[in-house]
């Protein structure tokens, strides 16, 4: 694989006004690209998870119990080792798009 040359701040700042959020890892990415490592492969699951846990604002450890699952078992999902099952993304997206749904959640696992 050839590398490339581009400005990695220019194209981070516009992949972040595309996306329309701050992408803490995109710079490190983008070096990676530019020196020609090979790439990290990011499912949509993980992106979802991802982000429901970002929007509720919890760590791995109180989401984990948010959603009644195993820590190890959170991590691995956001690892992409495994991928979640379908009732847990459709929760995933229920909670990115009405984060104070974890209100009732932590009611009903009280």
């Known amino acids: 694989m050839q590398a490339r040359n581009f400005d990695i701040e220019q194209v981070a700042q516009a992949i972040e006004a595309d996306m329309g959020e701050s992408l803490p890892d995109i710079r490190q990415a983008l070096a990676e690209v530019r020196a020609g490592k090979p790439g990290r492969t990011t499912t949509p699951e993980q992106i979802l998870l991802r982000q429901a846990r970002q929007r509720t604002g919890l760590t791995q450890v ?33 909670l990115v798009n009405r984060p104070e749904l974890q209100t009732e959640l932590a009611q009903q696992s009280a």
Do not use: K
């Open 62 to 94: 109180a989401f984990a119990q948010l959603i009644a699952t195993p820590l190890a078992t959170l991590r691995d999902w956001e690892q992409g080792r495994f991928t979640p099952p379908g009732a847990v993304a459709c929760l995933l997206r229920l």
